[in-house]
Each structure stands twice: as C-alpha cells, then as structure tokens.
C-alpha cells in the first residue's frame, strides 16, 4: 500500500498512463528515486528498497485496458521468475499498486545499452566483439533450455554494466514467448509481426511464429553490426526489407579502416545465423561451443594469417547500402501483416519449404 503522506489520486487513474513521482512509497517496500524510460507496454523506475536500501528497477504496466499487454506483463513475470542466470536479468518481486496495476521488480543494472555502446565505441575489434556476444548467446541458451524465445532481441535489449567485472545482461521479456506446447498463454495470434523489424528473422518479417531459431538470426544481426557498423540489410520500409530477405541478397562489404575478423567467424555469422531457413541455422547451444572455440583461438592460440578471409571479401552485386528509416524498422512493433504483402508472403512461404 502506499504510505499515508501519499495520496493514490495523484499517483495512479485506472485505465490510463500510471505516473510515479520522486518519493512515492509503494507497498511500503519501495521509493521511487525517478523514471528511467518508457516503453510501448510500461514504465520503468529507479526506485529504492526500503529494505536493502539498495537501487531496484520497477516496471509498471502503463495500460490496463489491453486484456493482451495485461497477458504480456504478466508472462514477462513469469519467465523472468523461472530463470536465474548471469546474463539475464533477475526478477526480484512483482504485486500490484492500489489501484490494480500490476508491476514487476527487477534487479538495477548501472550501465548502459548496447545501442549506446555502439553510438560511443566505433571499430570494434572482432575480439571484443565476441566477448560481448559470447554472454548474449549464453543468456539465450538459458532462455531456450527453458523453452522461452525472446523476440525482441536487439541492442537496445542488451545492457553492459559499467562496473567491474564487466557483464552483459538480456532484458526486456515483453514479447517473449513460450514455447512449451502445454502452455495456456497464446497471446499473439497468426499473421502478426512481433519484434524489431531491422532485426527480424525471415519468419517474422512474414508473420509466421516465432522459434528459438528465430532468436539465433537476430544475435546473427547484431553481431553483423558490431563488427560493420550496419545492418546486413538496409531498407526504408519493411515491404523492401521483406523483398530483401526474400531475394537472399549478399549483406554489403565490410567498410574499410574496420578490423578483420577471421573467416571462422565470418562463416558462423552468414552461414549459421543469417539463414533464411530457420531449421538450417545452428542452436544457441551450438553457438556458445563456437564462440568458445573462437575465443580459444583469439587469446591462447597464435593467428594464421592466411584464415584472415574478411566481409570485404563477400559478393557485392545486389548489395544495398541506402539509408533506411530508424523509426520504422529500429523500433518493436506488433503489426498485423498487411493485405498488400500477400504475394510477398506467397513466395515466402514457397522458399521456406
């Protein structure tokens, strides 16, 4: 409950936007310090456990209108609360406001995204870029043993923490989803896009349901983009980012004054990951064994030069290298597939047989 030099009539209207204050206990466990960003299902905190004294990050479900983001929130809590690994970030309590709205506690991460990463630090060893990927496929193998498929990863959903030792940390389960054929949720329903679409996998661009493997394609993505500094594919609309998968076009040439990662690595990235089919591409199990054997070979073993085979060598004929909208393809949606895609997904569904 809230504390009795707060009144709930400021603090919460039922069915609307919820706005917390600096000060406001909740549940006499909790005070918030500030709002640290909002998103298209709730609100985060930085709140203080009156308990621990220590910095809590507090969620809360900005609508309860939406019977399917009351569904969402509320799975987001339930995989959070059934995984317990260093790469994912911990659930640490979840109950309601007085009003009903429900909010999930997480563990505070001081740090920073690795979108934000990525604005400040530019030319990425290959190196470095494995060690930043490695934890990320280790978190999604954890989420997949569990029968969980993200959906939404991508660098925005990656925090680094600033403090030493150094961690990176999968957050954001707002769209995941359950895999597990006895689960009573089915939330999403077909033909609806779920996720970012600059980092979708084929079956998502098309509106087919998501797998693990579809998981493997975005990690695929950002590690394209770590070592690049671009995407695989750039489009301006998410029609030409479908006729771009579609067409299987080469991802463009690495740019030039970036490192050269080894052709180990290129190998893993456009032929394991960046794979139209999704039952082609390699687990995220597999995927930490190879990113282990990469990691073996950067520090422990010396460097045959002649296995330096780089992205500059890779085709460029049908590589498109314009500018594409941000704000349409770098932000998560949950579009219903258009009427004026079905001769695109018609041939999608032809190629992916």
């Known amino acids: 409950?809230?504390?009795?030099?707060?009144?709930?009539?400021?603090?919460?209207?039922?069915?609307?936007?919820?706005?917390?204050?600096?000060?406001?206990?909740?549940?006499?466990?909790?005070?918030?310090?500030?709002?640290?960003?909002?998103?298209?299902?709730?609100?985060?905190?930085?709140?203080?456990?009156?308990h621990t004294q220590k910095e809590v990050a507090i969620k809360i479900l900005t609508s309860q209108n939406c019977t399917t983001l009351l569904k969402r929130f509320d799975q987001e809590a339930h995989i959070l609360a059934s995984l317990r690994h260093e790469n994912i970030v911990s659930i640490l309590d979840s109950g309601h406001l007085p009003d009903t709205t429900p909010f999930i506690v997480m563990e505070y991460i001081h740090g920073e995204s690795l979108e934000t990463y990525l604005a400040i630090h530019h030319n990425l060893s290959w190196q470095h870029c494995v060690d930043l990927m490695l934890p990320v496929a280790r978190g999604l193998r954890a989420l997949h043993a569990k029968g969980f498929v993200h959906r939404d990863l991508k660098p925005d959903n990656i925090l680094i923490t600033s403090n030493e030792p150094q961690q990176v940390?999968?957050?954001?389960?707002?769209?995941?989803?359950?895999?597990?054929?006895?689960?009573?949720?089915?939330?999403?329903?077909?033909?609806?896009?779920?996720?970012?679409?600059?980092?979708?996998?084929?079956?998502?661009?098309?509106?087919?349901?998501?797998?693990?493997?579809?998981?493997?394609?975005?990690?695929?993505v950002i590690f394209y983009e770590l070592l690049t500094g671009q995407l695989p594919h750039s489009a301006d609309s998410i029609q030409m980012l479908r006729q771009l998968v579609?067409?299987?076009?080469?991802?463009?040439?690495?740019?030039s004054g970036y490192p050269k990662p080894p052709k180990q690595l290129v190998d893993l990235i456009i032929q394991k990951t960046l794979i139209f089919t999704s039952s082609d591409r390699i687990t995220a199990e597999e995927l930490v064994h190879e990113l282990l054997v990469l990691k073996s070979y950067a520090y422990d073993t010396p460097h045959d030069l002649s296995l330096f085979e780089t992205l500059s060598d890779l085709p460029s004929e049908g590589s498109i290298t314009q500018s594409f909208d941000r704000d349409s393809l770098l932000a998560t949606t949950t579009e219903h597939i258009s009427k004026a895609d079905e001769r695109l997904y018609k041939e999608y569904l032809n190629k992916s047989q």
Request: proline share 5%.
């Open 169 to 220: 940390k999968l957050v954001d389960f707002g769209v995941a989803r359950n895999t597990n054929k006895n689960a009573s949720l089915a939330i999403t329903r077909a033909g609806t896009l779920i996720g970012t679409p600059a980092y979708m996998s084929p079956e998502q661009l098309f509106g087919d349901e998501a797998s693990c493997r579809s998981d493997v394609y975005a990690f695929g």
């Open 1 to 50: 409950m809230l504390s009795a030099t707060h009144s709930p009539h400021h603090l919460f209207t039922t069915g609307q936007s919820v706005r917390l204050k600096k000060g406001d206990n909740i549940n006499n466990n909790y005070e918030i310090i500030h709002l640290i960003g909002t998103g298209s299902m709730g609100q985060v905190y930085l709140a203080r456990s009156l």
């Open 246 to 255: 579609l067409k299987q076009v080469a991802p463009p040439k690495i740019p």
